[in-house]
């Protein structure tokens, strides 16, 4: 296959930083896509969904919810593509709207990332609650802090194919979910007769909340689908290029169809006003069919899933931190590192957010951790709607300095699409503002990324900051 041909920007981007091999199969791309993305944001969070929007609007939710993810991670993917580079998201906005704006998104991610290993420890100790009620949440939360602490501290990145079979099981729980949903509808599968589809219009019937509902949950639905930007962090290292827009539109086709097949199946099960934060939907199914077997079961791995991904943004976030102060866009002692070449002082802080869990103890837990999926939404909100920027940024200097569509080895439809995405998490946005619950949110992510760009508005313009290599 003939070298892509770059215009002067694409090879800065390439110059700042080290290029990456292409031996990753499609297949392997696309199940780090899905099993990145498959986690607490469905088997926990989709009861939040479900009792606030209904059976209709979490059906809603999560459609609108799919699309607009879409339009990023396709923008993303042209970009990665294009200029396959470590540290990318930093690199793209350093290069095409400006280093003030590659430094925040930095710090952005950094941010997101470490209030989802908070996220992850509650949802860890909610089903703990559920399995032994009688030990406090405080001291699940130190007891799960501390394993992530000490599986960083003393054997960071060895992680094998651990990850690739956790992601497995992950797919492996929904279609075992749908198949023996389906027979309890259908056919009365361990509950004697068949379910049937009453749930779907009882209780103030398929749009219970209206339109208002899906508002009302929008970033919940939303948060599901955190986490699909890694397959387009894979285009950089795919076998095959032209297989990016097929790993691209199957990742989120799969995603997309899990969710909704899902959800679809767990409405005609559980009543959506017996659902809650206080407990996986997917096992309060089995509780109420009396199958308190396959209750664990569903428990122990949600339990499972909510640490393994704990543990990936732990050794994620501390390395990230530390490669921001090995470029001094962070506080030097970061960049600190024990004997065994881990970054102690990075670790510590990243894990120091778990300590914020402890507020779960004194506020209800899923109050804590629906706040703390709202901030995750609102930290992607702002990435998101920043790539869609960044890509239609890059296409239109591609075009000024003589690129042409055949030189572009994966292109999305231009500038439709970035458009439409700026539109969509904008919507997101105002829908989120109607709802006092999630507008608490941005008003306290907006003035934090806005001192953070201020900050490094004036930082980058005195050190002349350019983009780095900031490798994960």
């Not at 394993?147 to 497995?168: E, M, R």
């Not at 914020?356 to 629906?370: C, H, N, Q, R, W």
Request: proline share 4%; with cysteine.
């Amino acid at each position: 296959m003939s070298e892509q041909k770059r215009t002067p920007s694409m090879q800065r981007v390439m110059d700042a930083s080290t290029g990456l091999q292409r031996t990753m199969k499609t297949r392997d791309a696309i199940m780090v896509g899905v099993g990145g993305t498959l986690g607490t944001g469905i088997f926990l969070s989709s009861g939040d969904v479900l009792a606030n929007a209904g059976p209709g609007g979490a059906i809603v939710a999560y459609l609108l919810g799919g699309f607009i993810i879409w339009l990023m991670t396709a923008c993303l993917g042209e970009l990665s593509a294009a200029m396959p580079v470590a540290g990318s998201m930093q690199a793209y906005c350093t290069e095409f709207i400006n280093p003030a704006m590659g430094f925040t998104i930095g710090w952005v991610n950094w941010l997101g990332g470490a209030i989802t290993i908070t996220t992850q420890i509650v949802a860890s100790a909610i089903i703990m609650k559920n399995i032994i009620p009688s030990v406090s949440t405080f001291v699940w939360i130190l007891l799960f802090a501390a394993i992530l602490f000490g599986a960083n501290f003393f054997a960071a990145g060895k992680y094998g194919n651990v990850s690739f079979y956790f992601a497995s099981l992950k797919i492996v729980l929904i279609i075992a979910f749908v198949l023996v949903g389906a027979g309890m509808i259908f056919f009365g599968l361990g509950v004697g007769e068949p379910v049937g589809l009453g749930n779907y219009t009882a209780n103030g019937g398929f749009f219970p909340k209206g339109l208002a509902g899906v508002g009302a949950v929008f970033l919940s639905a939303f948060y599901a689908f955190g986490g699909t930007e890694m397959i387009a962090a894979t285009a950089g290292e795919i076998k095959k290029e032209e297989d990016i827009p097929k790993a691209v539109n199957w990742t989120l086709f799969l995603l997309l169809g899990a969710y909704v097949v899902a959800m679809m199946v767990l409405i005609a099960l559980l009543p959506w006003d017996q659902a809650d934060l206080n407990g996986s939907p997917f096992a309060y199914v089995f509780r109420h069919a009396g199958m308190h077997g396959a209750e664990l079961f569903v428990n122990i791995f949600v339990l499972t899933s909510a640490l393994t991904s704990g543990n990936y943004f732990v050794y994620a976030c501390t390395r990230y931190l530390w490669s921001l102060a090995k470029f001094d866009q962070a506080p030097k002692a970061c960049a600190k590192t024990s004997k065994n070449g881990v970054p102690i002082v990075a670790l510590s802080i990243s894990m120091a957010f778990a300590l914020l869990g402890i507020i779960s103890e004194f506020v209800a837990e899923d109050t804590v951790y629906k706040m703390l999926i709202y901030l995750i939404g609102g930290c992607n909100v702002f990435m998101y709607t920043v790539i869609c920027i960044c890509q239609y940024r890059f296409r239109k200097r591609f075009y000024a300095e003589g690129g042409k569509d055949e030189d572009l080895k994966y292109r999305v439809p231009y500038p439709i699409t970035p458009i439409l995405g700026v539109i969509g998490y904008l919507a997101v946005l105002v829908m989120s503002l109607m709802d006092p619950g999630e507008a608490v949110t941005f008003y306290i992510c907006i003035p934090i990324y806005t001192a953070i760009y201020i900050v490094a508005h004036f930082y980058t313009k005195k050190k002349g900051v350019k983009a780095v290599n900031i490798d994960m």
